[in-house]
C-alpha cells in the first residue's frame, strides 16, 4: 500500500511520458500506468469484474462510464489503447503541445485568441506594446477594469494552472478568488512556461447555457489513411457546472453533451460518474437551461473550417489526430487549441468511437488496436 501511494507522485508522469517517447515497451508500461490510476479512482467497485475489466484495458470509471458489458466493450476505445494515441503524432505533438507555436502556426487561418506576453522564471516576455512586466501589467489592468486576460501554462491540460484575471476595485481577482497586488506579484514571481492571453467572451447561447465557465465545443478530427483528408470522428459540448467553475472540463464534473454530426443538434448531457452512478440530464443541473434539441450556431462553418485547420496542419507537419476546443462567439467561432492525446471519455459516454468502420480503421492503421 505505501508503495501505491508514492506512484502516482513519482511514476505516473514519467510513465506515460516513455510511453509516449517510445523510449520502452508500452506493452509493459501501459498496465503499471493503469494500475496507477485505477487505484486512486472509484474505490467502491468490488470483485471480479473490475478486475476482468482492467485486464481489458479499462479503469473501473470507463466501466460505470460506459457501462461495459461482455458484449459491447470491444466497441470502446479502451484506456490502454487512449494511452497509445500520444504516439500517432510522432513529432508533430510539438505543435500542439506549445500553446504558443500552436497559435503562431494558425495565426491567419482561423479565429484565434491574441497571446500578449510568456513567463518564464517569473520573468513576463512581453509580444506587445500594452505592458512589458508585473507592474506595467497591473496598470493595464488598472486602467482597463473591465478587461479579463487569461493566464495558463504553455503546455497544460484539463484546466489546470488556468487562472482568469480581472482587476477589481484596487485588488486581482483570480477565477473566484481576490488577491492583493502584493500577492499578484509573487503569484506571477512563481510561474514558469505559462502565457498571457486574450479572453474570448463566448456569444449568448454558450453564456445561457452557463455563464460562470468558458463553454467549449471539442471535435475529434482523423485522418483517413485511404484519402490522406481530414473527417470529423465526434463533437461534444462541454458546458461547465458549479462543480467544474471556471472551467468546463467534463473531468471535473462539468457536462458533455452530444451534437448530432449532421444537424448540429445537442443531444442529452452527461456527467462524470459520482458514487458509482452516471448523471444524465436534458436540462443544465444548475441554470435549469434546456440543453437536449437545441440547435448549435454557426455548425455547418465550424465543420467547415475545422476540416480546412486538420488538413493543413496534416499536410505541414503530419498530425493526424487532434481534439479541438472551439468556442462559439455571436460573430463566430474562435480555436482555442488542439490537443494532441485527448481524452475520448466525453465523446464514448454517448456512443462507442469503434462502431464506426472509418474510425476503426484509423486507430487500426495507427497501431492503436494491436
Known amino acids: ?209 452557463f455563464s460562470d465557465s468558458l463553454n467549449t465545443i471539442r471535435i475529434l478530427t482523423m485522418i483517413d489513411p485511404q484519402t490522406d483528408k481530414a473527417f470529423i470522428a465526434a463533437a461534444v459540448f462541454r458546458v461547465g457546472t458549479r462543480l467544474s467553475a471556471p472551467t468546463d472540463n467534463f473531468s471535473r464534473r462539468g457536462l458533455s453533451v452530444a451534437i448530432d454530426l449532421e444537424t448540429g443538434q445537442l443531444g442529452k448531457a452527461a456527467m462524470i460518474p459520482h458514487e458509482g452512478i452516471v448523471n444524465w440530464f436534458e436540462r443544465h443541473p444548475n441554470t435549469g437551461k434546456l440543453l437536449t434539441g437545441q440547435q448549435v450556431p454557426h455548425w455547418p462553418d465550424i465543420q467547415t473550417n475545422l476540416l480546412d485547420v486538420a488538413n493543413y496542419i496534416n499536410q505541414r507537419h503530419q498530425i493526424k489526430y487532434v481534439g479541438w476546443d472551439v468556442v462559439v462567439t455571436d460573430q463566430g467561432i474562435q480555436l482555442l487549441e488542439g490537443n494532441s492525446r485527448p481524452g475520448v471519455s466525453l465523446h464514448q459516454v454517448h456512443q462507442p468511437l469503434l462502431i464506426n468502420p472509418k474510425v476503426k480503421a484509423f486507430y487500426h492503421h495507427h497501431q492503436v488496436l494491436n
Open 1 to 209: 500500500m505505501i508503495c501505491m501511494g508514492i506512484l502516482p507522485v513519482f511514476v505516473k508522469g514519467r510513465v506515460l511520458s516513455m510511453v509516449e517517447s517510445g523510449k520502452v515497451m508500452r506493452k509493459l508500461l501501459i498496465p503499471v500506468a493503469l494500475l496507477i490510476n485505477n487505484k486512486q479512482r472509484h474505490q467502491s467497485i468490488k470483485g471480479v469484474k473490475k478486475y476482468y475489466y482492467l485486464t481489458k484495458g479499462f479503469m473501473n470509471e470507463s466501466m460505470i462510464l460506459y457501462g461495459l458489458t461482455s458484449k459491447n466493450y470491444t466497441h470502446y476505445l479502451s484506456d490502454s489503447q487512449i494511452l497509445k494515441t500520444g504516439t500517432i503524432n510522432q513529432d508533430g505533438a510539438y505543435y500542439l503541445n506549445n500553446k504558443v507555436v500552436f497559435v503562431d502556426m494558425l495565426e491567419g487561418r482561423i479565429g484565434l485568441p491574441k497571446t500578449f506576453a510568456t513567463i518564464n522564471e517569473g520573468k513576463i516576455s512581453t509580444r506587445t506594446t500594452l505592458f512589458h512586466d508585473t507592474e506595467s501589467l497591473l496598470e493595464y489592468l488598472e486602467e482597463n477594469p473591465d478587461l479579463k486576460l487569461v493566464i495558463k501554462p504553455i503546455a497544460g491540460a484539463e484546466g489546470r494552472g488556468v487562472g482568469l484575471i480581472s482587476w477589481n476595485n484596487g485588488v486581482i481577482k483570480r477565477n473566484s478568488q481576490h488577491m492583493t497586488l502584493q500577492a499578484f506579484r509573487e503569484y506571477i514571481s512563481g510561474l514558469d512556461n505559462y502565457f498571457i492571453s486574450e479572453f474570448i467572451q463566448q456569444g449568448q447561447f454558450a453564456n445561457e447555457l
